[in-house]
């Protein structure tokens, strides 16, 4: 079976993480393994880095289909278990208790996981990269957030 969830497909997505010593190589085969599988868009951090609320809100600023967030508060993996990927459905929250369960089942059937030949994406740069049908747009990591911030608190 190959790792290709089909709701995901023709579909955009934010990852971003806290920073932690795989997240930038992280996000690169991340971004790899979407573009192989139908993913339309994947918004990125800057640096590959976008805090939890930040990658909420971009989801729902921009109506993204959800998002992955690489950290080690939830399904701790990593040599230490120190790292680790939760997702956030398209209301910006977490996913539920079920949805992350079924996730986990289609994982143990995966026999091979695809990845596009893309060249590694400059995450130190805000633009937008398109390669055949897929983009990849590096953001600032704050600007959102604080925009949304600004409208709640004076």
């Known amino acids: 079976m190959r790792c290709q969830p089909p709701k995901l497909q023709a579909q955009p997505v934010a990852l971003g993480g806290d920073g932690r010593y795989f997240n930038k190589k992280a996000a690169q085969i991340i971004i790899k393994i979407a573009a192989a599988n139908g993913v339309k868009k994947v918004v990125v951090g ?21 998002g992955f967030i690489m950290t080690a508060s939830h399904n701790p993996g990593g040599p230490k278990a120190d790292w680790g990927v939760k997702y956030n459905c398209s209301n910006g929250g977490p996913a539920p208790e079920g949805l992350t369960g079924d996730m986990y089942k289609k994982s143990l059937e995966i026999t091979e996981i695809e990845m596009a030949e893309l060249p590694e994406i400059d995450l130190s740069v805000i ?13 600032d990591s704050v600007d959102e957030y604080l925009a949304l911030m600004k409208t709640i608190c004076d």
Not at 46 to 66: E, M
Not at 127 to 139: H, L, P, R
């Open 46 to 66: 800057h640096d590959g880095i976008l805090s939890t609320p930040a990658l909420s809100c971009v989801i729902r600023a921009r109506k993204l289909y959800g």
């Open 127 to 139: 633009k937008s990269t398109t390669f055949d049908g897929f983009e990849a747009e590096v953001i």
